[in-house]
């Protein structure tokens, strides 16, 4: 059945009806009244959601984009930081700094595990000549389904006095992100993550410290440039033509969460990832992250015994209808990934939990499918 999907991968991810209409409304000037309207309530909604009394801006582009963003007003060529990278997109953010001509020390950890705080902690006090510009990290890896302890992060790197650079690409809306209280100093989402709409928009907030450090950086920048959004966003405008239907859809799927609202968002996150753990072990299957910090967003599972990754996935896809996420780069053929972040429901999880288990058996899998389902069920009505 090519037209009926199950799309559980982490982003795109599935899109609500109402919001999906919203995207198809006629255009309107961008600087225009109804638009200012638009980009107020949106950018106001945004701030609960970030968990800031800062700005947040709205970027027209991909997550990446908004790492970018992040680098270019930040930092300056030669500068200093500390790279926290625990997967594939921990790398990205490294690799986007060197591109800048940023001067990046690694701290990496072994992918599957989580950044280690002391560690983070002592190369920091090593630092007395405060070297360190800025420390950047991933709060959720999706790559390897691991979600990084900000709450204690966020303290250690004020106390030293660098910048905190944070790339919550996908665990804005799926997960606690306290951007004030944690003392992050940038923050970056994405808009096809759990924010429930289309790719296109990225989200940056930016607090004090990040804006004196701007003033004095000095990588050349221009589309990214959020001085002029500042600028513009007070006459509730962005600087260049944003895109106009993913804003009308960002301002239908933040109505849905502050109806829903955000301390329930999460549990519901946390409960459907316990759901799919549960299904996922009762399978007989392995988890790729450490139990202690699996991600909310998305779960990682090591290749089944005998079964290819490539040959699951689909056969998911073309019997079921259901899209799972393969591994990148060195875990290509190693873990398949299921996302549940968004506008995911418990009966999405039973059926993708029931289609894996009947995938696995066919393809010689020595698993009881239904073993898989109950379990899954058993978490869901739990407690
Ligand atoms: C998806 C993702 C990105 C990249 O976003 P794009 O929209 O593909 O550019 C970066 N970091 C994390 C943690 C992500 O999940």
């Known amino acids: 059945m090519k037209d009926k999907q199950l799309l559980m991968i982490p982003g795109p991810t599935p899109v609500p009806q109402s919001v999906l209409l919203a995207g198809a409304a006629p255009m309107i000037n961008h600087r225009g009244p109804e638009f200012a309207e638009a980009l107020e309530e949106v950018t106001e909604a945004l701030k609960r959601v970030f968990q800031t009394r800062h700005d947040v801006f709205i970027l027209t582009g991909s997550g990446t984009g908004g790492l970018e963003a992040a680098v270019v007003n930040a930092l300056s060529p030669g500068d ?28 990496d950890f072994e992918w599957g595990t989580a950044a280690d705080p002391e560690k983070i902690r002592a190369r920091l006090a090593a630092d007395n000549k405060k070297e360190i510009k800025a420390v950047m990290v991933t709060h959720n890896e999706t790559s390897t389904g691991v979600t990084n302890d900000l709450a204690e992060i966020g303290p250690i790197v004020r106390e030293h006095g660098a910048l905190l650079l944070v790339d919550g690409i996908s665990s804005l809306v799926a997960m606690d992100c306290q951007t004030d209280a944690w003392c992050l100093d ?70 849905i969460l502050e109806a829903e609202g955000l301390q329930a968002c999460f549990a519901r996150h946390a409960r459907q990832a316990g759901a799919v753990r549960a299904g996922v072990k009762a399978l007989g299957l392995k988890m790729f992250a450490e ?32 899209v799972l996420a393969g591994g990148q780069q060195t875990l290509k053929d190693e873990i398949f990934r299921i996302g549940h972040l968004g506008h995911v429901s418990e009966s999405d999880i039973v059926a993708t939990l029931g289609a894996l288990g009947m995938a696995l058996k066919e393809l010689g899998g020595s698993v009881n499918p239904a073993a898989g389902v109950a379990a899954t069920v058993e978490h869901l009505g739990g407690p």
């Open 80 to 107: 200093a930081v500390l790279s926290v990278s625990i997967g594939v997109f921990g790398d990205r953010f490294a690799a986007i700094a060197k591109a800048f001509g940023v001067k990046v020390e690694p701290l």
């Open 186 to 255: 940038l923050v970056v989402a994405g808009s096809q993550k759990a924010f429930m709409i289309p790719p296109g928009l990225v989200f940056i907030a930016i607090n004090d410290r990040a804006w004196s450090a701007m003033e004095k950086a000095s990588i050349p920048r221009f589309y990214w440039d959020l001085g002029q959004a500042k600028d513009y966003l007070a006459r509730g405008q962005t600087p260049w033509t944003p895109a106009v239907p993913q804003v009308f859809q960002l301002r239908a799927a933040l109505r």
């Open 291 to 322: 139990s202690s910090h699996a991600s909310n967003a998305v779960t990682s599972i090591r290749k089944p015994d005998g079964v290819a990754v490539a040959a699951l996935r689909k056969l998911l896809l073309d019997k079921y209808g259901v």
